[in-house]
Nanobody
């Protein structure tokens, strides 16, 4: 079993920055993949970013490319999402997810999910 706990959300003005953290507890092997997804009220879940523990492979959703950066600290079993140049449309609940293998944007392949952290961007 893997448990994921997100933190770092909050209220920020447009153009500002936030860094989300996702702390994983339990057994996460080197083959694991981690992802961030978000969901705003009335909208479908949207892929944000993904990373593989082993090779540092990363992938980003089109709407966040060039603004968000995903990274991981294996020693701390923590994944980060640095969010810069935030826009009002980034407002959503952000969820961290873990998969036994790198799974990119395919949310159905993720086995474990965190409760989420709210990000609100005021314009």
């Amino acid at each position: 079993q893997v448990q994921l706990v997100e933190s770092g959300g909050g209220l920020v003005q447009a153009g500002g920055s936030l860094r989300l953290s996702c702390a994983a507890s339990g057994r996460t092997g080197s083959s694991y993949g981690m992802g961030w997804f978000r969901q705003a009220p009335g909208k479908e879940r949207e892929f944000v970013a993904a990373i593989s523990w082993s090779g540092g492979r990363t992938q980003y959703g089109d709407s966040v490319k060039g603004r968000f950066t995903i990274s991981g600290d294996k020693g701390k079993n923590t994944v980060y999402l640095q969010m810069n140049s935030l826009k009002s449309e980034d407002t959503a609940t952000y969820h961290c997810a873990a998969a036994r293998y790198y799974s990119g944007s395919d949310y159905q392949k993720y086995d474990y999910w965190g409760q989420g952290t709210q990000v609100t961007v005021s314009s």
